[in-house]
C-alpha cells in the first residue's frame, strides 16, 4: 500500500492518495458514513473529518500529518485491505 501526504490547497485538511481503489458502496456497509454516493463517501472517523473518493484519495483534517496517515491506514485496514 502506498500513501502520499501533502497539505490540501486550502490548508484545511491533508491529501491523502494511495494506490488502493475503493469500492464506496461496499465502504459505506463497514464505516458508518455521513453521506455515501458511488463518488464520494464523507465520515467522522475517531472524531476527524474524512472525504473519500474510489481513486482512493482521501482529504483528511488532521492536525498533524502523522495523524492524517494513522487515519488512513487505520480506515484501509478496516476496509480489509492489509499493508504488506
Known sequence: MVIS??????RTAFEVSTNIKIDLVKASCVLD???STKHILLLTYKG???SMYPSGR???KAKT???SIDIA???LTD???VEI
Open 5 to 10: 501526504v501533502r497539505v490540501c490547497s486550502g
Open 33 to 35: 458514513p455521513k453521506i
Open 48 to 50: 476527524v473529518d474524512v
Open 58 to 60: 482521501m482529504l483528511i
Open 65 to 67: 500529518r502523522e495523524e
Open 73 to 75: 491506514r487505520k480506515l
Open 79 to 81: 476496509l480489509g485491505f
